[in-house]
T-cell receptor, first 113, second 112 residues
């Protein structure tokens, strides 16, 4: 596709369940970022990949959050034992290389009941 | 990364120019100024970026103060589709892993 694709678009889960969110970046893009956006706030950085290497995970709020990009393209953000405060929009962005503009997907809206 | 300050909200009439201000008094010499916008229910979208000189592209213009402590995003003719939250972000583009720190941005309302 032409842009960054995220799936599912919406996800509802019960507290305590595990969820997995997928990001398909623009083909060939080296850098990939995950952000979390709470209602009424700007996106907040979670983690960064350069190809398959996770170079920065300083924004992950707890050890329940885990991200991977095993082949340097598709990435998955996993949240274990979800809690209500995990409810947010999760955005993925990719860029052709560091320093270039980031292209964002439309996000996955996660609701924890 | 240095912090930016933007008004929470602004209004503009359709087909009028819009000037969105951003203060960044603690900007360092290697920080680039980036502008993104976010339409409702969409991810952020790149608008423009610059270092020292004013920049123009098909979407907007970026005017950077001589001391670089402030900048202004200029939409030359606002349309209803320009209603969005506009984020002014500083980033040192020389470094790797250069994620954005968004802040809360300016919510622009365009009045028909």
């Amino acid at each position: 596709g032409a842009g960054v694709s995220q799936s599912p678009r919406y996800k509802v889960a019960k507290r305590g369940q595990d969820v997995a969110l997928r990001c398909d970046p623009i083909s060939g893009h080296v850098s990939l970022f995950w952000y979390q956006q709470a209602l009424g706030q700007g996106p907040e950085f979670l983690t960064y990949f350069q190809n398959e290497a996770q170079l920065d995970k300083s924004g992950l709020p707890s050890d329940r959050f885990f991200a991977e990009r095993p082949e340097g393209s598709v990435s998955t953000l996993k949240i274990q034992r979800t809690q209500q405060e995990d409810s947010a929009v999760y955005l993925c962005a990719s860029s052709s290389m560091d320093g270039q503009p980031q292209h964002f997907g439309d996000g996955t809206r996660l609701s924890i009941l | 990364d240095a912090k930016t300050t933007q008004p929470n909200s602004m209004e503009s009439n359709e087909e009028e120019p819009v000037h969105l201000p951003c203060n960044h008094s603690t900007i360092s010499g290697t920080d680039y100024i980036h502008w993104y916008r976010q339409l409702p229910s969409q991810g952020p979208e790149y608008v423009i970026h610059g270092l020292t000189s004013n920049v123009n592209n098909r979407m907007a213009s970026l005017a950077i103060a001589e001391d670089r402590k402030s900048s202004t995003l200029i939409l030359h003719r606002a349309t209803l589709r320009d209603a969005a939250v506009y984020y002014c972000i500083l980033r040192d583009d020389r470094n790797t892993g250069n994620q954005f720190y968004f802040g809360t941005g300016t919510s622009l309302t365009v009045i028909p």
